[in-house]
């Protein structure tokens, strides 16, 4: 039992860091019904730049974090701005095509500046310290770390929907643009505002994926999937369903994990075709930006 046990625990912690690498699409959807394909890729920027940024200044891993944080929302506000405000309307398939092209040229660009080689970023022994909650059980630091900032973020998230002007702004672009504008609110500016928080908590996904692990150029893609099947899990729209989804994506690779070493991701698959074919609204739909 205390295996099992161990391998919910370990699931939940990744849930921690799928949650952050989830939020961002959750919200570019939920607030723009924008299916970003590029979001896996912008992840892995992320994480690059912080590497960038901890070679060129020489500075600490959690200064990193804090310059990271606000570059990769100001790089979220321009990119709204300058090019997927012009494609968004009720065609899905115009965002699609110009993110997947961005996907292309973000994974090419990085491939040619720091080749297809992983790196990560020095931890320490952050990455190796654990607290054992007896019975054989062990917690690593930096993984509790990392889902104690999800739920930190999504709590920060919720308020600001609920409590502030501007997410009184995000939720009244998101439910009716065409009326807001007839009230003298520019919604392409609401729009990439949404987008530059979505980016600066995917920045937070990225810093902690590049400090926990080794990271390469065209990793993009499998962290949209998880992405994406955190969020689909979940419930489309829905904050605290992208959390819920992302631990119980977690617990599922874990799980399969612990059944047979090959499994894990199979795991996780398994569980988001499950939740598709029974329940396609997501195991926690929350009605409008909950």
């Keep these: 039992m205390m295996v099992w046990a161990n391998a919910v625990i370990q699931g939940v912690l990744a849930g921690g860091l799928y949650a952050l690498m ?4 959750s919200l570019a959807f939920g607030i723009m019904r924008l299916v970003n394909i590029a979001h896996g890729d912008l992840t892995v920027l992320a994480a690059f730049i912080a590497l960038s940024l901890a ?8 200064v990193v974090l804090i310059l990271l944080v606000p570059l990769m929302g100001l790089l979220g506000y321009l990119l709204q701005r300058s090019l997927l405000n012009r494609v968004l309307g009720s065609d899905l398939l115009p965002p699609l095509l110009m993110t997947f092209g961005l996907s292309i040229m973000i994974q090419s660009g990085l491939l040619q500046v720091y080749s297809a080689d992983t790196r990560s970023l020095p931890s320490g022994t952050l990455t190796t310290e654990s607290f054992s909650l007896g019975g054989g059980l062990q917690v690593g630091v930096l993984p509790l770390l990392v889902l104690g900032v999800a739920v930190l973020v ?6 600001l929907f609920r409590c502030t002007r501007l997410g009184r702004a995000f939720r009244a672009a998101a439910d009716d643009p065409h009326t807001i504008r007839l009230m003298g609110v520019d919604n392409r500016h609401v729009y990439a505002l949404a987008m530059g928080l979505a980016m600066a908590v995917t920045a937070l996904g990225g810093f902690f994926f590049v400090l926990g692990g080794n990271v390469g150029p065209a990793e993009g893609g499998l962290r949209l999937i998880y992405a994406f099947e955190a969020v689909i899990i979940g419930g489309l729209g829905s904050l605290w369903g992208t959390l819920l989804g992302a631990l119980v994506l977690g617990v599922a690779q874990s799980i399969a994990l612990q059944l047979n070493p090959g499994w894990g991701i199979l795991g996780g698959h398994l569980a988001f075709l499950l939740v598709l074919a029974f329940r396609p609204q997501g195991l926690f739909p929350v009605v409008k930006h909950a």
Excluded: K, S, Y
């Design 22 to 25: 989830a939020v961002g699409l």
């Design 55 to 62: 070679t060129w200044l020489g500075v600490g891993n959690w």
């Design 154 to 159: 999504f709590v920060l998230l919720q308020g």
